[in-house]
């Protein structure tokens, strides 16, 4: 099976690149994959029909016109991954969305949504044995205060148990800073994670959905 994977950052795409390869394997081996990282979410276009400007690289102002040609293009069997942050927007609408914009693709490709509550870093911050892992002297009072998959600021959290300065100097700084910051998490914590003890509900959700995909029962 292979799989063209859509991200909304450079961060999730480090992340998935090992979650991934938990999940299915190395590359190549039995299934293969491509991870797409794109500059942030934007947001759907009124017009799906419209042609999007060639130089935005926002996630959703550009996905009616990728689903339209994965539709085309995709040889079987494979499936296209669409990886976004919930934010702070109602998931089943954001999903239902999500889901019209697919439909309104002739032919379709097999498609797979899979929405992060609230933000990528609640998947880093499901299991805690990889963030101390990763990060020995992390904070255990700022993770212990955390609820799983709760609308929070989730990276905020994950700043202030890890990063010297927490999300005061992060955010005192911008980006790139906080971009590279949220890079460094992903990169450190997702290659210890225990996949099957992730306490992220989304987070299942998505590894559950890439495993029907690829008929690993």
Known sequence: MHFEVLVEDQSGSIALESILEKILGANGAVHTWRIHPYKGIGRLPRDLRGVPNPANRLLLDKLPSVLK?????????????????????????????????????????????????????????????????AYPNAKDAVLNGYVQDSICGTWEVLADAVHTGGSQLLKKLGYPAAGEAKCGWARNIAPHMDIESNKSRSFQVFRDGVRKLAGIS
């Open 69 to 133: 040609g994965y539709g085309r293009s995709l040889a079987d069997p494979s499936a296209v991954v669409v990886v976004m942050d919930a934010d702070d927007n109602d998931c089943v609408m954001l999903k239902q969305e999500l889901l019209d914009v697919l439909n309104a693709c002739n032919p379709r490709p097999q498609t797979l949504f899979r929405i992060a509550i609230e933000e990528g870093e609640a998947w880093l911050l499901g299991d805690r044995s990889a963030v101390k892992l």
